[in-house]
């Protein structure tokens, strides 16, 4: 990874983007994606298609979602503090004293998620477990009505910190999920734009809401008709505390690319997938599906008469958290397996 490459990862991560809401972090991919591959459509849902190598026989899709986790607000009380409900799977449990921002229409604004007082709590309020009504934002609003020069019912949340290495090759950010995936597509796109003789059509994708129901990729899929596709994103690892192998196997940070087996990934593809990486010497890891990838891979897979399916993820800590955690040499090992298959294969399976 690049200096450049690195501003880039930095800029896709530290843009605040939930799910609906996904334009700036589409803009910041396209203008990037643009400098090597001019078809770039966008479609009614604001997905983003760049399309490398235009024309031959056989094609292949690549996608990550640009969304993210966060909150909008549905409720601001007498005193000028903020309810919210949830835009995807967020924990209300992690929620509080976290610091957030507001997407108003006037621009950021900058909150803190509260709750009671420690010193303030009975012993039965202390031992019950948050839910999203026991959690509000405050702004420092005088009232409603201060509010309410600020911010709107509607206007999105997110909270959390932006980018930040750690030790041993690792960083943390609250959205990998899945700014890595849409990362490594353009990394992707940028290495297979160099190479002599592609010989396959490749569509890259940058798509919207799949925190949400996997809503925006099917639809990629049905407009641009490839004859296969990878899905990438994050997948939770297991090398951390309280996780038991026995029931969710073993993935760690910093050994390579986690290619999916199983129930709906096409066994021809995986397989392939595999043995790339081993001929090529690029660590990987395995995980199973088993009927879910819980991915954009799935829509996919019913498009139209159906699409050959894989997923390639890269194992991260604390998913759905303000502190997701990954290894970023695992990121250049997955653009490096995902270039070398898709230059090599016969897309026949």
């Known amino acids: 990874m690049t200096n450049e ?39 009614i849902h604001g997905n983003l298609t760049a399309t490398l190598n235009p024309g031959k026989e056989r094609s292949i899709m690549i ?57 303030l709590l009975t012993n039965a309020q202390r031992d019950k477990k948050l839910e999203m009504h026991d959690i509000w934002l405050d702004i420092g609003a005088k009232n409603r009505k201060d509010a309410e020069k600020y911010i709107s019912i509607g206007d999105p949340v997110v909270f959390g910190g932006d980018f930040c290495e750690m030790t041993n090759g690792n960083a943390t950010s609250r959205c990998w999920d899945n700014r890595i995936g849409v990362y490594i597509v353009a990394e992707t796109l940028r290495k297979l734009s160099k190479a002599k003789n592609l010989k396959h059509t490749v569509y890259g994708v940058s798509s919207v809401q799949e925190e949400t129901g996997v809503f925006g990729a099917g639809n990629p899929a049905f407009s641009f008709k490839p004859n296969a596709a990878i899905a990438i994103d994050v997948m939770p690892s297991s090398d951390q505390p309280e996780i038991p192998k ?6 760690k940070l910093g050994l390579g690319p986690v290619i999916t087996r199983g129930v709906r990934s096409n066994n021809k593809l995986t397989d392939e997938l595999i043995n790339t990486a081993k001929r090529t010497r690029i660590k990987h890891q395995i995980e199973v599906d088993f009927g879910h990838t819980w991915t954009d891979a799935d829509p996919i897979s019913q498009s139209r008469g159906g699409v050959a399916i894989g997923v390639v993820s890269v194992a991260t800590r604390y998913l759905h958290s303000s502190v997701e955690t990954l290894n970023l040499k695992d990121i250049d090992l997955t653009v490096d397996l995902l270039a070398e298959f898709i230059s090599k294969s016969k897309l026949e399976f």
Do not use: M
């Open 5 to 43: 490459q690195k501003q880039f990862l930095v800029n896709l991560v530290n843009t605040p983007a939930p799910s609906g809401f996904e334009e700036p972090v589409q803009q910041i991919w396209r203008d990037e994606v643009s400098t090597f591959c001019q078809d770039i459509k966008k479609d």
């Open 63 to 119: 996608v990550g979602h640009s969304d993210e986790i966060g909150l909008i607000i549905n409720y601001i009380n007498e005193d000028g503090f903020i309810y919210v409900k949830p835009i995807g799977g967020v924990d209300p449990t992690i929620l509080a004293s976290h610091r957030a921002r507001i997407l108003s229409k006037k621009g950021i604004v900058d909150a803190v998620i509260g709750r009671t007082s420690l010193h």
């Open 246 to 251: 026995e029931r969710f196997g073993v993935t």
